[in-house]
């Protein structure tokens, strides 16, 4: 079975732009979380999906959305680039929401000039 | 709100020789409790898990680790380590109240170091 695959793996923006970053769960899993890994900060949580609805948010501002498709496959989008949005982003997927194991992703790494 | 602490920042250790790696949580409930690693660019890989029941857990690569609720701890044991675990590790703790809706919890991560 396919892991969790991320596109694109690298990103270079420019202050002020926006981006978006793609992930496909694992096959028949439905639930999609997105974490941040910078190293002053580590592993924050950003959101997770489940069929198409947001469930939870991090704390992170308004700039940070997401979606999810009927295929469950997700994307999260960051508006208005700043620096400190440069980081490495991760995508969960696991089957069902609640305590199921989240299978992680390779990762995106964003850098913000 | 629930935390994970991960006391060391860096550890070095002998090829072959036995590695444990601190994790402290704090959480109100019965925990459930991670460990992933790491690897230089590359996302996080489960080792081991634990949700209820026996308090030593078996993961892979001959990972293991003890949950003692008196200490509120997590460490992982390694008996042998080899120059290829060399990585990052993760301790993260999961809500089991919510449904795990709010996500892992991460410890700031303990780089380790496998010297020949």
């Known amino acids: 079975k396919a892991g969790v695959t991320q596109t694109p793996r690298y990103l270079i923006k420019t202050r002020g732009q926006q981006v978006t970053l793609s992930c496909s769960p694992i096959?028949?899993?439905?639930?999609v979380s997105w974490y941040q890994q910078t190293p002053g900060q580590g592993l924050q949580f950003l959101f997770e999906?489940?069929?198409?609805?947001?469930?939870n948010k991090g704390n992170f501002p308004g700039r940070f959305s997401g979606r999810q498709f009927s295929n469950s496959r997700s994307e999260m989008n960051v508006s208005t680039l700043e620096l400190g949005d440069s980081a490495l982003y991760l995508c969960?997927?696991?089957?069902?929401?609640?305590?199921?194991?989240?299978?992680f992703g390779p990762g995106t790494r964003l850098l913000v000039l | 709100a629930q935390s994970v602490t991960q006391p060391d920042i860096h550890i070095t250790v002998s090829e072959g020789a036995s590695l444990e790696l601190r994790c402290n949580y704090s959480?109100?409930?019965?925990?459930?409790l991670f460990w992933y690693v790491q690897s230089p660019g590359q996302g996080l890989q489960l080792l081991l898990k634990?949700?209820?029941?026996?308090?030593l857990v078996q993961g892979i690569k001959g990972f293991e680790a003890e949950f003692k609720r008196s200490q509120s701890s997590f460490n992982l044991r390694k008996p042998s380590v080899h120059w290829s675990d060399a990585a990052e590790y993760f301790c993260?703790?999961?809500?089991?109240?919510?449904?795990?809706?709010?996500?892992?919890?991460f410890g700031k991560g303990t780089h380790l170091i496998i010297q020949p």
């Open positions: 959480y109100g409930a019965t925990p459930y």
């Open positions: 096959s028949g899993h439905r639930s």
């Open positions: 993260a703790v999961g809500d089991s109240s919510g449904g795990g809706a709010d996500g892992l919890t």
């Open positions: 999906y489940f069929s198409e609805t947001q469930r």
């Open positions: 969960a997927s696991r089957r069902d929401h609640g305590l199921e194991t989240q299978y």
């Open positions: 634990y949700f209820s029941g026996d308090t």
